[in-house]
T-cell receptor, first 115, second 109 residues
Framework: DTGVSQDPRHKITKRGQNVTFRCDPI?????LYWYRQTLGQGPEFLTY????????KSRLLSDRFSAERPKGSFSTLEIQRTEQGDSAMYLC?????????????FGPGTRLTVL | SQQGEEDPQALSIQEGENATMNCSYK?????LQWYRQNSGRGLVHLIL?????REKHSGRLRVTLDTSKKSSSLLITASRAADTASYFC?????????FGKGTSLLVTP
């Protein structure tokens, strides 16, 4: 089963450090989404790509957050100068263009802890 | 802001009982979806109901949708310990899923 994969699954870092997460979507899925989920909340949309184009990034939480999908396959999410409030689960999801944003397939997430 | 709000926030039942959770949303929708999340399998899509549908079944799941009240319910019949998870409703007000805060379901043997 080649589902959505994310790496690493867990990341512990110190405040002020930069972190980068990777997401590999399901093959042939041209839409890729990033969400953040804090404890006791549902996932919150951050940004999404269609192929290599980042179509929406206004919901990224601050200018410390950036995402790329250079070749239209895997994507990275980087957080610079991490803060304790960045501690959360970061989820990636993918789907096909014809499905639109419906029925997204989620990866297992990367849990970030900022000390 | 989150579009949907699930109710109750937490639910504890015994195996074999039915579990009902509700979701309210704010804006007009084309469809509403339910997802399940547990530590083992992450976030998994369960069922999608379109705005012109009132009820939909999938195995032990039954979803209803009342667009006049902007609400939906998810019924899990004959629950099992493996149903222990958080359940989220989600809508698509634009280009991405908008989730509620979820209902945490605990099914005890």
């Amino acid at each position: 089963d080649t589902g959505v994969s994310q790496d690493p699954r867990h990341k512990i870092t110190k405040r002020g450090q930069n972190v980068t997460f990777r997401c590999d979507p399901i093959s042939e899925h041209n839409r890729l989404y990033w969400y953040r989920q804090t404890l006791g909340q549902g996932p919150e949309f951050l940004t999404y790509f269609q192929n290599e184009a980042q179509l929406e990034k206004s919901r990224l939480l601050s200018d410390r957050f950036s995402a790329e999908r250079p070749k239209g396959s895997f994507s990275t999410l980087e957080i610079q100068r991490t803060e304790q409030g960045d501690s959360a689960m970061y989820l990636c999801a993918s789907t096909t263009l014809d499905r639109g944003p419906d029925t997204q397939y989620f990866g297992p997430g990367t849990r970030l802890t900022v000390l | 802001s989150q579009q949907g709000e699930e109710d109750p926030q937490a639910l504890s039942i015994q195996e074999g009982e039915n579990a009902t959770m509700n979701c309210s949303y704010k804006t007009s929708i084309n469809n509403l979806q339910w997802y399940r999340q547990n530590s083992g399998r992450g976030l998994v899509h369960l069922i999608l109901i379109r705005s012109n549908e009132r009820e939909k079944h999938s195995g032990r799941l039954r979803v209803t949708l009342d667009t006049s009240k902007k609400s939906s319910s998810l019924l899990i019949t004959a629950s099992r310990a493996a149903d222990t998870a958080s359940y989220f409703c989600a809508t698509v007000p634009g280009y991405a899923l908008n989730f509620g805060k979820g209902t945490s379901l605990l099914v005890t043997p």
